[in-house]
């Protein structure tokens, strides 16, 4: 009888484990990760961090552009091979490996400028810059996903090959949609097509519900798209003060959106507002940590 009690309470431990490591806490990083506050980032109650500002060049190198006042942009690989220097790649490994960091995961965020040029040609194969240049990034960096923040292209196919390629390197796959739900629809279908959870490729959508997305649903996002969203709030900032969220309003958006329709977790667009405003990390992220268990 005991065994069976302990049995039982050891598989419940194991449920709240894994539901708790379902629960999406990401934020968005803006400025340049070298000039971050590396601590509280990753003890503030955030699992996913999502770099902004990574671009491909015409001849499928990578750049780092830096978006902070005091910093260069960064050349990140050239001709396949990772030059970006080891500070930065120290810095971003740092993010899941820090002591008591909650960081488990850890992406780049770009548009969608030069991939269909180069997914037509040369193409996706192993052989090309572009593969070898996204190739040499993971293992310099150790990522776990791309992001797609694509507002202006919006080219399936090539989309859809790119996540492809990105797969066979061992990379996972996320969108940051705020509007033509159409091409995101086929996007996932096409990108997930005949895979199964947990093995999807693409298998996070950070929707954006703030400035042009402000209007956005995110259980209307979930139906349409067939898998759980992870919306996104833009936190205090002075770039667009009507569209900042303080902690509290943060708060009431989530708990709402999540009684509604269960959503994969929740998460924060921040330039470097955080840092700029004198806000706090911790508090976001206990507001994550509160409504998504």
């Not at 803006?30 to 015409?58: M, P, R």
């Not at 552009?65 to 030059?83: E, F, I, K, Q």
């Not at 993010?95 to 400028?113: C, H, L, P, W, Y």
């Not at 999540?258 to 976001?284: F, P, Q, V």
Request: hydrophobic share 40%; charged share 15%.
């Amino acid at each position: 009888m005991k065994c069976h009690a302990l049995a039982i309470a050891l598989l419940f431990e194991l449920f709240l484990y894994h539901a708790a490591a379902a629960s999406i806490r990401s934020i968005y990083l803006f400025k340049d990760v070298l000039k971050s506050d590396t601590a509280s980032l990753t003890t503030s109650g955030f699992n996913s961090l999502i770099i902004f500002g990574v671009g491909i060049l015409e001849n499928g190198d990578i750049m780092y552009y830096s978006n902070t006042p005091g910093s260069v942009d960064t050349l990140l690989t050239s001709n396949g091979s990772y030059v970006g220097g080891d500070a930065l790649s120290d810095k971003v490994r740092s993010f899941k490996t820090a002591a008591g960091t909650g960081i488990d995961r850890v992406e780049i965020s770009m548009n969608s400028q030069h991939v269909r040029d180069l997914i037509n040609n040369p193409g996706p194969g192993a052989d090309t810059p572009l593969y070898r240049s996204f190739e040499a990034l993971k293992e310099a960096w150790d990522l776990d996903a791309v992001n797609n923040d694509d507002e202006s292209i919006y080219d399936a196919t090539s989309t859809v090959a790119f996540a492809q390629m990105l797969g066979e390197i061992g990379y996972r796959y996320t969108i940051a949609p705020y509007t033509n739900q159409r091409h995101w629809t086929t996007v996932v279908a096409q990108a997930n097509s005949g895979l199964q959870d947990p093995d999807l490729l693409l298998d996070r959508v950070y929707l954006q519900c703030y400035d042009g997305g402000a209007g956005n649903d995110p259980g209307s996002w979930q139906s349409a798209l067939g898998i759980k969203v992870v919306p996104l709030v833009w936190v205090t900032n002075d770039s667009k003060p009507s569209q900042g969220t303080t902690a509290t309003q943060a708060q009431s958006k989530f708990s709402g959106w999540n009684s509604r329709s269960a959503l994969a977790g929740g998460g924060y667009w921040n330039d470097y507002d955080i840092e700029k405003m004198g806000l706090s990390y911790t508090s976001y992220g206990n507001v994550l940590k509160n409504v998504f268990l």
